[in-house]
């Protein structure tokens, strides 16, 4: 006790006893929260979660029919000559760790070390590896995933590639997935080339990256459409800006759906992306858009293909000319729709962050509709409607943001159709046009084999549906384009190969709305993680407020501006000589005309000026806020805690 009671020996004790408690917790940590996989217990504190593990992943491990392989391939020289890499190759092997202790059993992974000229290197190559060069020499580095499973489907992941570290998880879920469960299969109807196609002027087209990513998740099967039924091994039916379908093929679709048949609808008023007519005088205008009237009413759904809708808080600034001159300009009628514009807890849209329409129409409810339509996607509400032919060829963006006028009601740009409905064709299947022809050249008088013939034929034919036999469940989008890689990737080459990168989730909107329609899939929640970086967006949404608050009264100056320019005209007197004279009651009516006309134009800049202010008052503002308050709290916080602390100190003295 002699030892304990002097105060330094006590200090060392105290400090041997805190180093073996700390050394026994932590080999007790280690044993009971580590486990035998040997896994690193760690703690999540982003936002989005993007180092944990989804429920839709875990669902996807847990629920594997067949066992996977997986081989990493990941040469030591990329590490060591490129430590960027590190990070990304421990959080890929870390992943793929918790994959195999999750997987009970189903996937097996295997690592390999690619060197030059090497067994692995020859594998790695085997697989479809992408080997990138590192040095002037051209050595070789590999960093990629190669999949199979026992039927000797192959997928593979050529290279992680830096800017896909965000979408690590989705990738190897999807690997894994693709390998472990059975495909779904999704029947398309494409009158834009998702799918790839042949020209004269092009050649071959490739698919859209938009059709690999649906690719990497379902059988594509093209529908014929010169059948009159579609294929029963059809999970869910694709159907792309369909134009000029006959009567046959929407009879198909018609009884598919009300057969319990599932369908994702994509029209489009202004398909850009379609192709054009050439001329002597460059590409010509857009063509006409798409719908689908006859189903649509039958589905108790409004749209308009003529009509395009147009949101100002939503508007992406483009490059545009003037007189000679390229400046960014808002384009009303593309759209960067967040979060806030999409159904907050349909699967489909809940885990997506950004979507890019580019002009878009609307559908809405009709008003004797027996079906429920729910939107998915919406405008916010100052939307305004414009013609459609106002974009179909080289649109003025400069006029059409000058003369948007805001509307008080948000748009439905996607939606979700459910319930019961009728036939589109209540009288039954369509008479073929070929059928018609023959019928009406025939005689009336038919031998009895004939008609035995045609009785057989009738007897063949699945019966008629005039009504649901199940509830709907639809889903709509009035834009086509926005597939199109521009408005939601950008394209980057690594070596040979091109890696797509995500600044939208148009790719995942299009995946979910599959997947929902075929079956519950569990990759439906990963989806939208990694969505692209959330932009500032507070100055820029009270900006638009403010253009939207004023440019009602610019416009009316506007036309009051234009009258007084036509009474001025009209106020003028030709002379025998060509020369304008005026009474002394034009002359004073002039002058009043040119008084109003100078306050008008004076209204007018004092207008802008006050925007100018807003905006720059509100920038300041929000400047303030997120820059310089926090910070000053935090130094006024310092300044008092200091304060306290030398009162104490003075008070202590005061008392020795």
């Known amino acids: 006790m002699a030892f304990l009671s002097d105060r330094r020996n006590l200090a060392i004790a105290s400090l041997i006893v ?42 996807v491990l847990k629920s594997l029919e067949e066992p996977v392989t997986l081989r990493l391939f990941l040469s030591p020289a990329l590490i060591e000559r490129a430590p960027g890499y ?14 195999v202790a999750l997987a009970n059993g189903k996937i097996r992974l295997e690592t390999y070390r690619p060197e030059p000229y090497s067994e692995d290197e020859d594998k790695a190559e085997a697989y479809g590896m992408e080997g990138v060069p590192i040095d002037t020499a051209g050595t070789l580095v590999y960093f990629g995933l190669a999949g199979t499973n026992t039927v000797d489907a192959e997928e593979s992941i050529p290279f992680f590639h830096p800017n896909r570290q965000r979408f690590v998880e989705y990738d190897i879920t999807r690997l894994v997935h693709s390998l472990g469960v059975k495909k779904r299969v999704v029947g398309l109807i494409a009158g834009l080339a998702i799918n790839g196609t042949f020209s004269m002027q092009g050649g ?72 054009r007519r050439r001329s002597f005088m460059g590409a010509g205008p857009v063509p006409p858009g798409s719908g689908l009237p006859k189903l649509f009413e039958a589905w108790g759904v409004d749209y308009d293909s003529a009509a395009v809708a147009t949101d100002a808080n939503r508007a992406i600034a483009m490059p545009h000319n003037v007189r000679g001159q390229t400046v960014r300009v808002p384009h009303v009628a593309y759209m960067e729709l967040r979060k806030e514009d999409l159904h907050a807890t349909d699967r489909v849209t809940a885990q997506i962050e950004v979507l890019i329409f580019a002009t878009p129409g609307h559908f809405a409810k009709a008003k004797d509709g027996k079906t429920a339509v729910s939107p998915l996607v919406t405008t916010t509400g100052v939307a305004m409607v414009r013609k459609a032919e106002d974009y179909r060829l080289q649109p003025d963006l400069v006029d059409l943001y000058r003369t948007y006028r805001p509307g008080d009601r948000k748009l439905w740009l996607a939606v979700r159709v459910t319930g019961k409905a009728d036939s589109a064709f209540p009288d039954g299947r369509p008479a073929d046009d070929a059928d018609a022809k023959k019928e009406a050249g025939e005689s009336a008088a038919k031998d009895t084999g004939a008609e035995s013939g045609k009785d057989a034929k009738a007897a063949a034919e699945p019966a008629h549906a005039a009504t649901s036999q199940k509830p709907l469940n639809l889903i709509l989008v009035a834009d086509a384009d926005f597939m199109e890689t521009g408005f939601w990737a950008q394209k980057t080459a690594v070596g040979e190969a091109e890696v797509y990168t995500p600044f939208a989730n148009n790719a995942d909107f299009v995946v979910n709305a599959l997947d929902d329609l075929a079956r519950a899939d569990p990759l439906i929640g990963l989806r939208g993680r990694g969505a692209p970086a959330r932009p500032f967006t507070v100055v820029d949404d009270l900006s638009k407020a403010s253009q939207n608050k004023l440019r009602a009264k610019q416009l009316e100056l506007a036309r009051d501006l234009e009258d007084i320019r036509k009474k001025l005209n009209e106020a003028r007197t030709a002379s025998k000589d060509g020369r304008t004279v005026l009474t002394d009651k034009q002359q004073e009516t002039l002058r009043g005309y040119l008084t109003k006309f100078l306050a008008i134009r004076q209204e007018q800049r004092a207008v802008l000026a006050d925007l100018r202010k807003d905006v720059e008052a509100l920038e300041a503002q929000t400047k303030f806020y997120n820059i310089a308050l926090i910070p000053l709290l935090i130094a006024v916080l310092a300044i008092l805690v200091a304060i306290w602390r030398a009162r104490r100190r003075r008070r202590r003295y005061e008392t020795a």
């Open 18 to 59: 805190a180093f073996v408690f700390l050394f026994a917790f932590n080999a007790f940590v280690g044993n009971a929260l580590v486990g035998s996989a040997g896994r690193n217990l760690s703690v999540d504190l982003t936002e989005d979660r993007e180092f944990t593990l989804s429920e839709g992943t875990e669902r």
């Open 86 to 99: 590190a990070a990304a190759a421990s959080r890929v092997r870390n992943l793929l760790d918790r994959y």
């Open 204 to 275: 071959m087209q490739q698919p859209w990256p938009i059709y690999k990513e649906i690719e990497k998740q379902f059988e594509v099967k093209t529908v014929d459409e010169t059948k009159d039924s579609i294929p029963d091994d059809i999970d869910v039916l694709m159907i792309v800006h369909p134009r000029s379908l006959s009567d046959k093929t929407l009879y198909a679709i018609d009884q598919y759906v009300l057969k319990g048949g599932k369908a994702l609808v994509m029209v489009d008023p202004v398909p850009e992306t379609a192709p």
